[in-house]
């Protein structure tokens, strides 16, 4: 069985994320619409419009780890959040590790999402 959708929640407070992490941007559905990045499965964020490099998406950076960012920022190997564990190692799920990157002091710092995953097949 594949992943078909995932749903995030950010479960931090905002009042304890260091920078301006988009937040309500990255919240949301994700789905499997075949779109890739970095020629591997990509999960694209639900919303009206076509895709363009504004549309969030969650894709696996060129170091192996599952991310966040918008496509225009994917396609430069940025993350906004990504998972401790290595993709190749680990289904997006709700049992990963996650940090995000701050703008404010360009560090990272852990971050706590809730993720459902629905299978298909």
Same mark, same amino acid.
């Given at each position: 069985?594949?992943?078909?959708?995932?749903?995030?929640?950010?479960?931090t407070?905002?009042?304890?994320?260091?920078?301006?992490?988009p937040?309500?941007?990255?919240?949301?559905?994700?789905?499997?619409?075949?779109?890739?990045q970095?020629?591997?499965? +990509?999960?694209?964020?639900?919303?009206?419009?076509?895709i363009?490099?504004?549309?969030?998406?969650?894709?696996?950076?060129?170091?192996?780890?599952?991310?966040?960012?918008?496509?225009?920022?994917?396609?430069?190997?940025?993350?906004?959040?990504?998972?401790?564990?290595?993709?190749?190692?680990?289904l997006?799920?709700?049992?990963?590790?996650? +940090?995000?990157?701050?703008?404010k002091?360009?560090?990272s710092?852990?971050?706590?999402?809730?993720?459902?995953?629905?299978?298909?097949?």
């Amino acid at each position: 069985a594949s992943i078909s959708q995932v749903r995030i929640e950010i479960m931090t407070e905002l009042k304890d994320i260091n920078g301006n992490l988009p937040v309500i941007d990255l919240e949301g559905y994700y789905i499997d619409c075949g779109y890739r990045q970095n020629g591997t499965k +990509t999960f694209v964020k639900v919303g009206p419009g076509p895709i363009n490099e504004k549309r969030r998406v969650i894709y696996i950076i060129k170091d192996g780890r599952w991310s966040f960012h918008d496509i225009d920022g994917a396609n430069k190997n940025y993350a906004w959040m990504s998972s401790k564990q290595k993709a190749a190692n680990a289904l997006i799920s709700n049992d990963l590790e996650w +940090t995000y990157w701050s703008d404010k002091d360009k560090k990272s710092y852990p971050i706590q999402l809730k993720v459902k995953a629905l299978h298909r097949g």
